[in-house]
């Protein structure tokens, strides 16, 4: 996108615009080389080089943010892997070093968001902003009405109870079927984790949401750069500090007089 010349030169703090308007005017600006006196003029404030008063002006950096289409058999990471298996870096080619945010698991397919800023996605992978990922997960066999509940309560991971989630059929497939869950952590191959503490091993697994991103028209393997909106939409879900839940604090369990044993 191309702006203001004069505009340029403010955003990177070296003059007001008024005094920048005055300097281009005075030819103490040069774009690309060229000196430009022209009022109006516009730029592009990535690739186009901009001098004033003989010093560069620090390109504009612009955030990148993608969303990739995870194929599965790709591992997410930035480096190369030893065994030589192809990784998510592999498919795209940006002008900017993105990283993956998480990660999905080597077998695991879907919406994987990338981007060049590291505080961002620090807060978007913080439980505490509860961001949403949804997935769809065929696992072997039907889980009935109680597994759900203890699914959705949280399983035990670790020693740790996991937060709360929501789960449900979505459809049957024979003696499988295809649950969805939208959860708001992301632990170490969390879904699969859970799945298996209730006895119920997940054969697929698709992420089809991350925050508000979906795949709509996104092809396997195929990336996309995010809107405006859809970036100002992740800032949203994380700009808040989450108000702290109060820690209910469980009454002290009194053993019934038939149950206290004697000293
Ligand atoms: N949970 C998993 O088990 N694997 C993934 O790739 C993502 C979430």
Redesign the pocket.
């Known amino acids: 996108m191309k702006i203001r010349l004069q505009k340029v030169i403010a955003d990177a703090g070296l003059a007001s615009r008024r005094e920048a308007e005055r300097w281009i005017a005075e030819g103490r600006v040069k774009v690309n080389g060229n000196v430009v006196t022209k009022p109006g003029t516009c730029v592009d404030p990535l690739s186009d080089e901009v001098r004033a008063r003989g010093k560069l002006v620090p390109r504009a950096q612009e955030r990148v943010f993608i969303l990739l289409n995870k194929p599965a058999d790709y591992l997410t990471t930035m480096g190369a892997d030893e065994r030589g298996r192809k990784t998510v870096m592999d498919l795209i080619k940006v002008p900017a070093r993105v990283f993956p945010v998480g ?3 080597y077998n ?1 397919q879907g919406a994987l968001l990338m981007t060049s800023d590291g505080a961002l996605a620090k807060k978007l992978l913080d439980p505490k902003y509860r961001v949403p ?1 949804t ?1 769809l997960v065929k696992v072997r066999g039907i889980p009935d009405d109680k597994t759900l509940r203890r699914l959705s309560r949280g399983v035990a991971l670790d020693n740790q109870s996991t937060a709360p989630l929501g789960v449900e059929v979505d459809r049957v497939s024979g003696k499988n079927c295809f649950l969805k869950m939208k959860m708001f952590e ?1 632990k170490n ?5 859970i799945c298996e503490a209730v006895r119920h091993e ?1 054969i697929r ?1 698709k ?1 089809t949401h991350f925050g508000n991103l979906n795949l709509n028209g996104l092809p396997l393997g195929a990336y996309r750069f995010l809107s405006p909106r859809e970036i100002k939409s992740l800032e949203l879900m994380v700009s808040k500090e989450p108000v702290e839940k109060k820690t209910v604090r469980r009454r002290p369990v009194i053993k019934s007089k038939r149950t206290q044993t004697k000293r």
């Open positions: 990660r999905l698991d695991t990922r997935y992301g191959r969390h879904v699969k984790r997940v697994l992420r």
